[in-house]
């Protein structure tokens, strides 16, 4: 972040370009809410029709305003913004808050206009945020540099909260909520068009803030995939979680998020696995987001996680272990040594996990405490959930229980504690006083747990391996062909099946009779990148009078169906027998290239059971992706099966990925499909290549 930043949260000086009189204007609200939230920067309303504004001395131009802001919030017409915007710079401002809307969310032209307000901008080293956005506030320092009608009803409570969102209007709904559910809240920067200020800078500014303990960033397409990435690093590295709400993963989604923030929505498989990657959480509801930073709050993020229940229902635990199991997150049985003891105290208890103590906590509060230290201490588990339902809102039980969980709480505040209760609002605020995060929904309080297990395993995770050194590839000016693409990857040590191209039908067979029988054979064109849409492959070709026949159904299919590409002859290569399994490389507009593994077959066509992660990367990384697969049970010598060679696969993927990083934007796509994984030791050999050449501009 950059000096024009640094005083986003608390300026000492903020000029309002368009300040209304009226409080409820939008030009107006700023000024009236940092007037009743008690901000004890100065203000300067800029009005040429006004000598005051609410009670404020007015100027009527940005040149007369006795300093230099260090932030200005301008609320004029779309026309007028560029020249406020100069006249700021030329003053030598730190960062414009643009509210007004006009830009790059309404076309081409709105798009031009945005851009000169951004030269404008950088002329004189000044931040925007916006245009087209809500603006900041932060709740500790006073500072509304927002017109979030949202205020209206009341503000929230001042907690360690950020919020970074790119629409305005949902993260007031979101506000909203915190200040229903009575979650505290530091501050929050909507970005809106981002003409230069992108939400990854903003996650990295909240790193920085030693008051934010959580991030929540709501994202509708990620800009500037750099920025971003170095911000989830960053909060990785400082074990700042950041759960991310991001939207417009369907086709109708995304197209709203263009129109909405002129953002391009990307593809959500690619993000949710940077996301997971840099060890941020995703959410994919409000309600989520905001269970897992309130739960978050606590800064307990137990790895590795398991979770123990104590319940006073039978059916709530059923409940809490079906969305554990859902979820992945354990729930290992206590001790049988435990499980009899507790048994002896109350031997109608079921004291497996969920540990259940009954209605007879009722009569004997003392239950609860003593099955809950059971669970902890013997159990052993690092994330507790104590069902209490709506027996803590009964008076003559409530503030027993919550001195039982206390008791517990005190002898390991280590522990992840959460509870499952109805009652009212001071009920609630009791139990969170006393350090336990309250949960109405059991099945939410799992989803949190486990996200707090999550954050824990990626910062525990250590830096992962170098990838591998990998002579560079030199690409052709244009797409080559299947034959040409494999001898460029076999310069880089990616292992593919032995093979020859043949002009004729004699050198087919010869071929044929080296390699061994049965062979593959393929028509070979720089023009024909998918062969089998015209029957260009032909699999078990037994013999050396089905080689003869076979080389000239191929060349006659050529012919026929694809009659303006260029043939180079036919291939014949060895036929390995193995699990097949698919490499790939894509180029994401956001974050560049990206590696792609699946298992062959119906694993990927129907399935769609494949695993990205962006380029480059190390063995280690590329061996974590193949065992994430659904799939991998096949590698890894399910009923019965031997063992395929995924250290040699995954060797493979990882000498793929420094290819596609160090090759450039040239590269548009790598396609190895099939790669046969032999067994264990024998290596994978890719069975067919495809490498696409990005066309330049104009052609």
């Given at each position: ?55 404020v ?25 560029t ?92 506000v ?16 809106g ?10 996650i ?13 960033a ?28 991001k939207?417009?993963r369907?086709?109708?989604?995304g ?14 498989a690619?993000?949710?696995?940077v ?46 272990s ?17 499980q009899?003891r507790l ?64 008791k517990?709480r ?13 009652a ?8 969170e ?14 989803a ?19 990838a ?18 494999k ?15 043949c ?14 029988f ?58 390995l ?5 698919i ?35 190390g ?7 193949i ?13 019965g ?9 995954a ?15 040239r ?33």
């Open positions: 972040m950059n000096d024009g930043l640094a005083r986003l949260f608390a300026p000492r000086s903020v000029a309002v370009i368009g300040a209304s009189a009226d409080p409820v204007r939008i030009g107006g609200r700023p000024i009236a809410y940092m007037l009743a939230r008690g901000f004890t920067g100065t203000i300067w309303p800029v009005n040429p029709n006004r000598a005051e504004v609410q009670g001395k007015a100027y009527p131009a940005v040149d007369d305003l006795p300093g230099v802001p260090d932030i200005a919030i301008i609320a004029v017409p779309a026309a007028q913004v020249d406020a915007v100069a006249a700021l710079a030329a003053r030598g401002t730190g960062a414009a808050i643009i509210f007004s809307s006009g830009f790059a969310e309404t076309g081409d032209d709105g798009e031009r206009l945005q851009q000169g307000l951004s030269s404008a901008a950088r002329r004189g080293g000044m931040r925007i945020i916006g245009p087209n956005t809500l603006g900041v506030f932060d709740l500790r320092s006073g500072f509304y540099g927002t017109f979030m009608s949202a205020f209206e009803a009341g503000f929230p409570a001042i907690g360690r909260i950020g919020i970074a969102s790119q629409s305005g209007a949902y993260c007031g709904h979101v909203s909520v915190m200040r229903a559910r009575s979650i505290g809240l530091a501050a929050a920067v909507m970005t068009n981002e003409a230069d200020v992108t939400l990854g800078e903003v990295a500014r909240m790193v920085e803030d030693p008051d934010i303990d959580v991030i929540a709501y994202a509708e397409g990620i800009k500037a995939g750099e920025a971003f990435v170095a911000a989830l690093e960053a909060a990785r590295r400082a074990r700042k979680p950041v759960v991310v709400m939207v417009g369907s086709a109708l989604g197209a709203a998020a263009r129109s909405h923030t002129a953002a391009i929505a990307g593809n959500d690619v993000t949710s696995a996301l997971a990657e840099l060890g941020a959480v995703q959410a994919r509801t409000t309600d989520e987001m905001l269970d897992i930073a309130q739960l978050a709050t606590r800064r307990i993020y137990p790895a590795p996680n398991t979770l123990g229940v104590i319940t006073v229902s039978g059916g709530a635990g059923v409940v809490i079906d969305a554990a199991e859902a979820a992945g997150l354990p729930m290992p049985p206590m001790p049988e040594a435990a009899t048994k002896e105290i109350l031997p109608y208890a079921a004291p497996g996990n969920p540990v259940d103590c009954t209605a007879q906590v009722l009569n004997d509060v003392s239950l609860l405490g003593r099955f809950a230290e059971a669970a902890v201490s013997e159990g052993g588990y690092s994330s507790i959930i104590a069902f209490l339902t709506y027996t803590a809102a009964a008076a003559s039980l409530s503030a027993r229980l919550r001195e039982q969980l206390r517990v005190d002898r390991h505040p280590d522990r992840l504690y959460a509870v499952c209760i109805v009212d609002p001071e009920r609630v605020a009791e139990f006083r006393d350090g336990f995060t309250v949960f109405e929904d059991p099945a939410r309080a799992v949190a747990i486990d996200a707090m297990g999550k954050f824990g395993a990626a910062f525990a995770r250590p830096e992962p391996l170098p591998p050194a990998v002579p560079p590839l030199s690409l052709p000016d244009a797409t080559p062909s299947e034959a040409e693409a001898r460029l990857l076999q310069e880089a040590g990616i292992a593919c099946v032995p093979e020859t191209i002009t004729t039908a004699d050198e087919a067979v010869a071929s044929a009779e080296t390699f061994g049965p062979v593959v054979m393929k028509i070979v064109s720089p023009d024909i990148l998918h062969k089998t849409e015209i029957g260009g492959v032909m699999l078990g070709v037994a013999d050396a009078a089905a080689v003869r026949q076979a080389f000239t159904t191929l060349l006659e299919r050529a012919r026929e169906r694809a009659p303006q590409a260029r043939i180079d002859g036919v291939l014949v290569a060895r036929q027998a193995g699990i097949e399994s490499l790939g490389i894509q180029r994401d507009p956001v974050f560049g290239p990206v590696a792609m593994v699946g298992l062959g077959g119906v694993f990927v066509e129907i399935l769609g059971d494949v695993a990205f992660r962006r380029c480059p990367l063995v280690d990384a590329a061996e974590a992706m065992r994430s697969l659904k799939a991998a049970p096949v590698l890894l010598g399910a009923r099966r031997k063992r395929a060679d995924i250290g040699a696969l060797a493979m993927l990882s000498r793929l990925s420094v290819v596609a990083h160090d090759a450039g934007s590269l548009a796509s790598i396609d190895l499909n099939p790669v046969i994984v032999l067994e264990d030791g024998r290596g994978a050999f890719a069975a067919d290549a495809v490498i696409e050449i990005a066309r330049a501009h104009g052609d």
